[in-house]
C-alpha cells in the first residue's frame, strides 16, 4: 500500500476571491497538516479551454500562487508546483491515451455541458474532449489516492478511477493476484514454502539482497510449479506484483457556497466577487452597495433578513449574538442596512488582514515564490518519475 497522498490542481484564470478560499483553499491548509499534499497550478488545463489566450496565463498563475501562499499553504508542509513544468504528465497522458475508449470522453457528462455553455468559443478540439484524461494523469502520476475537488469534479474523478482500472486491467498486476501468489506458495510445499516466506519477509522488510537472490534460485529450481506460478513467486518474492496505478478516491470538501455580494453562489462569472487580497476601501464599498430585502425601502420599513443577501454574509462572519442583533434590528426597523453590514465589513477585513500581510512578503520579493515553484516542481518530478518507470515498463518501453 501506498501512503496517502494528497494532490489537488487550479486552473490560472485570474485573481481568487473568497468564494475560493471558503470552498477550496481553507480545506488545503488543513489537509497540508495532515497528509503529504501536492498542489499545482494546471495552465495546460486553462489552455484545454482559453487556447486563444495564452498572454493571460503567467501572470495569473504567479497571482494565484501568491494567492494560496496569502491563504496560508505553507510551502514547507505542501507542494507547490506548475503542471506545464513536469512534462511528465503529458507524457503519461499521450501513454494512457493509446487505451482510453473514445466513448468514455464523450460521455463525461462536462463535456457537452461546456461545449453548449461556452458556444461563444470552438471547443470541438481534441484538447478539450481529453481534458479528462489529462486531470486523470495529473491524479495517476503521483499515485495520489486523495483528491480534493468539488461536486462538479466527481464526474472526473470516476473517470480517473475507470482509467487507471482499464490501464491495470492491461498491463499491470492479474486480477486476484495475491491469492494466485499464496496459492504458488502452497505449491511449493510445505519447507521450501516456508523459507520462501522468510527470505521473502528478509527482502521486503530488510533489502536483504543475499534473501532475494536464493529465493530466486528456490523458485526456479523448484519442481513441477507452471511458468505463470513461477513468474507471481518471482512477483510476490520482489514485491513488485503490484498495482501500476492507484485508483483515487474524491475528499469531497465539505460544500460551504460562499454567497457573492448579490447572494449568489460567489463566482467570478456573475460579477458578485471580492478578491481575496481586495484593497480595503473596495471591501468596504461593495458591502456598503450591496442590494438588502428589496421590500425594505426607507431606514422606517421593517426587513426580512431571510430576503437579503447580507444576511447570508453574516452567517459566514458573524456570531451568534451579532445574527441575534440583526434579527432583531431588521425586523423591528431598529437598525440601518448600513449599520447591519458594518460587521460583515469588520469580518471580511479581519480575514484578509494577514492574508494580504503574507502575499506583501512575495510581491516585495517575487524570487521568493519562484524558488518556492523550482522546488516544487523538483519534487514533483522525481515522484512523477517514479511512476513513469513503471508505466513505461509495463507499456513495453523500458529499451534504451
Ligand atoms: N479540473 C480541475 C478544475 O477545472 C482542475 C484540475 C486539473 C484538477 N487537474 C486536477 C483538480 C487534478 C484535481 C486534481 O477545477
Ligand atoms: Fe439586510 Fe441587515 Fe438591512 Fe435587514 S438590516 S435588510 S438584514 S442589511
Not at 85 to 96: N, T, Y
Not at 198 to 224: C, I, M
Not at 251 to 266: F, H, I, N, V, Y
Not at 331 to 339: F, K, R, V
Request: charged share 25%; hydrophobic share 35%; net charge neutral.
Amino acid at each position: 500500500m501506498y501512503a496517502e497522498r494528497v494532490l489537488s490542481g487550479m486552473r490560472p484564470t485570474g485573481s481568487l476571491h473568497l468564494g475560493h478560499y471558503h470552498g477550496v483553499l481553507k480545506n488545503w491548509v488543513k489537509l497540508q497538516h495532515e497528509h503529504p499534499c501536492l498542489f499545482f497550478v494546471a495552465d495546460w488545463h486553462a489552455l484545454t479551454t482559453s487556447y486563444d489566450q495564452p498572454e493571460i496565463i503567467e501572470k495569473a498563475a504567479w497571482d494565484m500562487v501568491i494567492d494560496w501562499l496569502a491563504a496560508g499553504v505553507d510551502p514547507n508542509q505542501a507542494t507547490i508546483f506548475i503542471q506545464s513544468r513536469v512534462p511528465e504528465h503529458a507524457e503519461l497522458h499521450l501513454l494512457m491515451s493509446m487505451m482510453t475508449p473514445l466513448g468514455w470522453l464523450e460521455r463525461v457528462p462536462t463535456y457537452k455541458d461546456q461545449i453548449e455553455k461556452l458556444s461563444h468559443k470552438d471547443l470541438t478540439t481534441y484538447g478539450f474532449l481529453g481534458y479528462p484524461l489529462l486531470m486523470s494523469a495529473d491524479i495517476l502520476v503521483y499515485r495520489a489516492n486523495r483528491v480534493p475537488v468539488g461536486e462538479d469534479q466527481i464526474p472526473h474523478l470516476e473517470f480517473s478511477r475507470e482509467i487507471a482500472r482499464r490501464f491495470n486491467h492491461l498491463y499491470g498486476r492479474e486480477p486476484g493476484f495475491e491469492e494466485k501468489a499464496l496459492a504458488a506458495v502452497k505449491k511449493l510445499g510445505g519447507k521450501a514454502g516456508k523459507r520462501f516466506n522468510e527470505l521473502r519477509t528478509r527482502f521486503q522488510q530488510d533489502g536483504d539482497g543475499a534473501a532475494v537472490e536464493e529465493g530466486k534460485r528456490l523458485v526456479n529450481e523448484a519442481q513441477s510449479l507452471s511458468l505463470a506460478d513461477r513468474e507471481r513467486l518471482l512477483g510476490h518474492l520482489e514485491g513488485t506484483g503490484k498495482m501500476i496505478l492507484v485508483e483515487p478516491d474524491a475528499l469531497l470538501t465539505e460544500a460551504s457556497r460562499m454567497p457573492g455580494l448579490d447572494g449568489q453562489k460567489m463566482s467570478k462569472s456573475y460579477g458578485n466577487t471580492i478578491t481575496l487580497r481586495e484593497d480595503e476601501a473596495s471591501v468596504t464599498q461593495k458591502v456598503k452597495r450591496m442590494p438588502t430585502d428589496p421590500s425594505r425601502v426607507r431606514r422606517t420599513d421593517a426587513g426580512n433578513p431571510d430576503k437579503c443577501p447580507v444576511w447570508q454574509l453574516h452567517q459566514v462572519y458573524s456570531g451568534a449574538e451579532t445574527k441575534e442583533w440583526v434579527r432583531q434590528g431588521c425586523t423591528s426597523a431598529g437598525i440601518g442596512c448600513l449599520e447591519c453590514k458594518q460587521p460583515v465589513i469588520d469580518g471580511i477585513l479581519q480575514e484578509q488582514a494577514p492574508m494580504r500581510e503574507r502575499a506583501q512578503i512575495y510581491l516585495d520579493n517575487p524570487a521568493l515564490v519562484r524558488d518556492i515553484v523550482n522546488d516544487g516542481c523538483a519534487k514533483a518530478r522525481k515522484l512523477a518519475q517514479e511512476t513513469m518507470t513503471d508505466v513505461r515498463a509495463a507499456m513495453g518501453l523500458n529499451y534504451a
